[in-house]
């Protein structure tokens, strides 16, 4: 039971690896906030730990939206005390060339996927103690990418860079911070990329399942890996150079 007694925020908890990651979380004993923008969606989540046997809240949250990330960790701490692991999952993608993105949908994409991971960083890590860890999921795309996607890939990029310099600053006190990038994984995200569709991005021989994400996410969050920090776990089948 490596989560008994830690409380784990996992955003994008509603759907996808960030589901698989709350539901083995809380098989481990973990207390686990499920946290996304779709309510219904986080409600179903916790409501299915429960439901088991296990310890969730949810709440609705946009995690590009210091705020509402801000009453999210609130509700983690009235909730449940210190908080022990925060994953930064949720994200978003656009289809767009650079030429033709609007301004404000490169910066909702940048704003999504990296200032979500400043946000919780900024705010979680004062309620954080010594032995916690953040694990932050980055992709494939910050190192092999496709057109179209630019904002997604910079963002997953800025996200891997991020990680290396804030576990230096979070050393002094334990609390660890690791990337995850999967490569294809079976999720809604996958599917609904034209990209995926149309072909420019392949990926067939070579899906993963959303459970084979959680498990290497929750080893990196675990005592296990106390050793691995400020690094990148690339979880991908062995096929980085497929896209
Ligand atoms: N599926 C893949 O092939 C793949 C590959 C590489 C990386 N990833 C990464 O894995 C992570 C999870 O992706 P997934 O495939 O499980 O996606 P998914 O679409 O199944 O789930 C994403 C979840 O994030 C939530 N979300 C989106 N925007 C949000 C916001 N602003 N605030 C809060 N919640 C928000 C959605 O409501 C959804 O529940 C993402 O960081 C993604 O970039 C996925």
């Known amino acids: 039971m490596r989560f008994s ?17 709350c539901l083995r979380m809380a098989s481990e004993g973990g207390r686990v906030v499920v946290a996304d923008l779709n309510a219904d969606a986080a409600k179903a989540t916790a409501a299915e730990i429960t439901t088991a046997g296990g310890q969730a809240i949810s ?79 980055s992709s494939v795309h910050a190192h092999e990418t496709t ?9 997953k990029g800025a996200i891997e860079a991020f990680t290396r310099g804030f576990s230096m600053e979070m050393e002094e006190r334990g609390i660890r911070v690791n990337c995850v990038a999967p490569g294809a994984v079976d999720t809604p995200m996958l599917w609904n ?29 675990s005592d296990e890996a106390r050793f691995i920090n400020g690094t990148t776990l690339v979880v991908d089948g062995g096929r980085l150079n497929i896209l």
């Open 5 to 21: 007694e830690k409380t784990c925020i996992v955003t994008g908890g509603g759907s996808g690896i960030g589901r698989a990651t």
């Open 193 to 221: 990329n034209p990209n995926v569709r149309s072909g420019i991005e392949k990926v067939e021989g070579a899906i993963g399942k959303p459970e084979d994400l959680a498990a290497a996410i929750c080893f990196i969050a």
């Open 59 to 137: 709440v609705a949250v946009d995690v590009g939206n210091a705020a509402q990330v801000q009453a999210a960790i609130a509700a983690a701490v009235a909730a449940y005390g210190a908080i022990h692991v925060i994953v930064n999952d949720a994200a978003m993608m656009t289809y767009t060339p650079i030429v033709d993105i609007a301004e404000a949908d490169f910066f909702r994409v940048i704003t999504t996927n990296l200032g979500s991971v400043f946000f919780f960083a900024k705010y979680g890590a004062p309620h954080m103690p010594p032995g916690s860890a953040f694990v932050n999921i």
């Open 147 to 155: 057109k179209n996607v630019v904002p997604y890939a910079a963002s």
